[in-house]
């Protein structure tokens, strides 16, 4: 059976780009094992189950998974598992990835081992995708060098932050995404005029935000040769 690991924040996932990969990867048949930094459940970024922000059937459908879902309820933690056994890792997004998964050695190296071993791919959404910023191939480079990726852009944190780089919630923004992802070598292409952002190169696959969680976890789907119908 194709199976999936889900490294998932402890600070503050974004619902939708967690549930929605969740979801569509288990519908296909695939089995999902989720991960947190400590192995703590994850939390949720409030925002992202606000119905003003996101419209009450999001809203509702996101908060229940949330809720229910045992894998999310009772994670491992990430240093406990070896990417090397799955077939993907999924990285949903979200400010909170920016204090904890992305900072984490144990998920850059499940990232590595993903995108750049022998087998696997690994999926990497929104904020989630300034891991890559952070994440050194085999030989010391960095793994994104060279590789066409999207996520979350500047002009979009531009709406959110203040001018100190403050989140509405008054955590600092330790880093801007593009900025960071840019640096490392990444040839960067939001594409900001489309309704949805997904860029896939080689094994690895990257989305701009929530309402490209559905085409990322179809492209995902359609890497693993997996029939989602």
Known sequence: MTNALFIVSESGYWGEECTAPLTALTDAGVDVTVATPTGSPPSIDERSVDPEN??????ERVREIHETDDRLADPVPVADVDAADYDAVVFPGGHGTEWDVNQDSHARAALRTAVDGDDGTALVVCHAV???????????????????????????EEGI????????????????????????????????????????????????GPESSGAAADALLDELGVDDD
């Open 161 to 208: 932050v203040d001018d100190r780089d403050r989140l509405p919630d008054g955590r600092k923004l330790p880093y801007w995404v593009e900025d960071e992802v840019v640096a490392a070598g990444a040839d960067w292409d939001a594409e900001l005029d489309a309704d949805a952002s997904v860029t896939v190169d080689g094994d690895l696959v990257t989305a701009r």
């Open 54 to 59: 996101v419209g009450e059937e999001t809203a």
């Open 130 to 156: 300034g891991i890559l910023a952070y994440t050194r191939d085999a030989d010391g480079g960095f793994l994104v060098d060279g590789r066409d990726v999207t996520g979350f852009p500047n002009e979009w």
